[in-house]
């Protein structure tokens, strides 16, 4: 009752400008979405055309680009840009931003910059069950792609049930990831001991992260798994805000928080193994992407907004793994991990003393 008398007995003109500054302070936010994703898809759009006409070997006149990009010409220009080229250049935007999604969704959720499927040992769980199949059992159908979607969700449930104890708790989860990690390492490197030389050769390929090869079956995997992901992910929107309050709060507010939990590491686990069953686990774009966008958006809409930032990562790592003077030609992976260490170490030595999330 006392509190409701201090709310009605608020000045009318102090409410309205408080009102008045929130709603301003919304519309200014959303202006800068809107620019910062109009940027974005601008950059995307010139690193995709760099892509096509500076990618890979041999040359095409500059007349038969944009018509073999559109599967419109035959013979050398078709399968340099229409097989090879553009699939690559799409593999890399499409993978990033499933790499970006996934990163955002983990760190929404734990409110940590730490907790992504890089870090969780997600795409070691992938990369393991990969390895699998493709030192032992090569020659087996969509083998590697379904092998490590199964790997990461194996180590995902290990991952949470074993961080469940007195709660879920961010460090627990980070730590038991990184532990779990170490375990998946090992056994690659036990597989990596007992295979033939051609087959550790496409496997540490494929674990370093490229595009390189990928088809347009490996295009369409992708596109339909980003949409999916995003549509779940808007789905997603609201509990998270609701949880980013507090667990208490948020099932006040009416949401599920355990079956909240369990859907954000599922679809984060999921958007990542899907990537990594295309292309490989690139590694630190999961990272990179959520913090980039929160400071350029705010945290609450900043895994709206990661997928252009991780998109826009592997599209413009692989334009240089290709081109970059000295270094070139290089997996992809090898520019992003570059890029992504350092900041890692940065991230673990700016955090206070004592601070618990």
Do not use: K
């Not at 595009?211 to 549509?231: H, R």
């Not at 929107?237 to 590491?265: C, E, F, K, Q, Y």
């Amino acid at each position: 009752m006392e509190l409701i008398t201090r709310v009605t007995s608020v000045d009318p003109t102090l409410r309205d400008a408080t009102l008045a500054r929130l709603r301003a302070d919304r519309r200014a936010r959303s202006r800068r979405t809107v620019l910062t994703v109009s940027v974005l898809v601008a950059a995307l759009v010139a690193l995709l055309v760099a892509s096509v006409l500076l990618g890979g070997v041999g040359r095409v006149e500059p007349a038969d680009v944009l018509p073999a990009a559109f599967g419109m010409r035959t013979g050398l220009a078709d399968y340099m840009i229409f097989r090879i080229r553009v699939p690559r250049a799409l593999a890399a935007l499409l993978s990033g931003a499933l790499f970006g999604l996934a990163g955002a969704l983990y760190q929404r959720l734990v409110r940590n910059p730490l907790a992504t499927p890089d870090i969780v040992g997600i795409s070691a769980g992938a990369g393991a069950g990969a390895t699998t199949v493709l030192l032992l059992a090569p020659g087996l159908p969509l083998g590697a792609p379904l092998a490590a979607v199964t790997g990461s969700l194996v180590l995902l449930a290990a991952v949470y049930a074993l961080s469940l104890r007195g709660g879920l708790n961010t460090y627990r989860l980070v730590l038991v990831g990184i532990g779990l990690s170490g375990v998946c390492t090992a056994y690659t490197n036990y597989l990596f001991s007992v295979a033939d030389q051609h087959s550790i050769a496409v496997a540490m390929r494929w674990l370093i992260g490229s595009v390189n090869g990928v088809d347009w079956t490996g295009v369409t995997t992708l596109a339909v798994g980003l949409l999916l992901c995003a549509l779940c992910a808007a789905r997603l929107g609201r509990p998270l805000s609701s949880m980013s309050l507090g667990d208490g709060l948020a099932t006040g507010l009416g949401t599920s928080v355990p079956a909240a939990r369990v859907a954000v590491l599922a679809l984060g686990a999921g958007a990542a193994a899907l990537a990594t069953s295309v292309v490989g686990p690139i590694g630190f774009v999961s990272l990179i992407s959520g913090p980039i966008a929160a400071r350029l958006v705010g945290a609450d809409r900043a895994f709206g907004v990661a997928p252009f930032i991780g998109a826009a990562l592997v599209l413009g790592a692989d334009v240089l793994a290709q081109n970059a003077p000295l270094i070139s030609p290089v997996p992809t992976g090898v520019l992003t991990a570059l890029l992504g260490a350092p900041y890692f170490v940065w991230l673990i030595l700016r955090r206070r003393p004592g601070a618990t999330s």
